[in-house]
């Protein structure tokens, strides 16, 4: 879709719907790569990502908002996660995949912008889809440690981070997935009422963020631009003109 550009208060601020206006993309064919690339053609330093997730504890109520500090990658391999490729190799670090810059700035206004909890701290799975998990896999996750589990943070969170832009998600919470054993697996129905009734609150909770996320230095600025391990005679001549689209200053 195409990405939405305003001034609020004087910050230039972007907003792109990951899955379309309409949410006719679902997860494995939203365009990441090209959505985070034009985000940093535009010169954007800071991502605060909305996402519903599916709760894997018990604490985690539908409505609740979670901070997540971890992932888990359950994606199945079809979804393009990098930018380093043909012929340009490169690696990022990406053992912790959030900034907790931005979830600090979150968790500040979250008591006067949100009227439900914030979790944070949590681990977030993201699975393939586009059907929700069986119950045994729910299970399993609880298993692992997960906390919550959605279908987009990757390969978004990774791209993010090899475009060198500080990236949050906020997730918000509609269902219990299907590890409750006593309970029918969810439905459409019950996630469709409670992404309702968040997106006013994601709204609101944007709203306050923005000001303070304008001031934020970038951490991941300038850590991926030069770390190209490949040699240079073995360089991909369109590997490298791609690249130049995310660092124009790129030899």
Partial sequence: DSIVVGNLDGILVAFLARHGRGHFLNPSEIPVQANIAALKSLGVEHILSFSAVGSLREEIAPEHFVLPSQIIDRTKGIRPSTFFEGGAVAHAMFGDPFSTSIASVVEKHAPASLDVPLHKDKTLVCMEGPAFSTRAESIMYRSWG??????????????????????????????????????????????????????????????????????????????????????????????????????????
């Fill in 146 to 251: 997960a906390d919550i589990i959605n279908m987009s943070v990757l390969p978004e969170a990774k791209l993010a981070r090899e475009a060198e832009i500080n990236y949050q998600m906020v997730c918000m919470s509609t269902d219990y997935d299907s590890w409750r054993e006593e309970e029918e697996s969810v439905t459409v129905e019950e996630i469709l009422g409670y992404l309702k009734s968040n997106a006013e609150r994601a709204r609101k909770l944007a709203r306050a963020c923005i000001p303070d996320l304008a001031g934020l230095e970038n951490p991941v600025k300038g850590t991926m631009q030069h770390g190209i391990i490949t040699a240079p005679d073995k360089r991909g001549k369109q590997a490298m003109e791609n690249l130049r689209f995310l660092f124009p200053e790129l030899a």
